[in-house]
């Protein structure tokens, strides 16, 4: 927590459109980065940070989660779905190179009858690569933070149903004890 909250501190600063320090007129940006759940939960906070006048003004918030992308559709690092953030992103008069938070949740879709661990243990190996991406789309990317999902809102296994839901925690504390024990 020390260390993450020195970073945003000492290291998140405005920057410009091609991520060179600008206190002036340079913008600090933060995405999400996920599937249906991520959007509609990250949609409402956008309208909340946005109306809430103690907002940095230099902080621009952009919904990259997109309905029905999974982990699967994030892991070429030039998928549409990523084209589709960088456009979100250009709608919002930003770029790549200022992106320096994400906020990812993510989930695999249709896990059928696989064994709930071991499909938490796909999961963890899909955020890795997604974290990897996001080094590779955002040089400037300075913070990610990984969430689980809370629950399944539905038992269709077409989506991603109990207990599948709540093993991903399992994926996100895998792939953080990772990075803990330097993992790259």
Known sequence: LAQGIAIATREVQPLDVSGAPDPVNGRIVLISVGMSNTTQEFSA?????????????????????????????????????????DARLAQKGVTPAQVQIAWVKQAIAGPGTQDPLAHAGDLQAMLATIAKNLKVRYPNIKIAYFSSRTRAYRH????NPEPYAYASCFSVRGLLADQVAGAA
């Open 45 to 85: 906070f956008v309208s909340r940070a946005d109306s809430d006048r103690a907002k940095n003004p230099r902080l621009v918030i952009v919904d990259g989660a997109q309905g029905g992308q999974d982990a699967r559709r994030w892991l070429d690092p030039n998928a549409a779905t990523w084209a589709t953030v």
């Open 156 to 159: 269709d296994v077409s989506l």
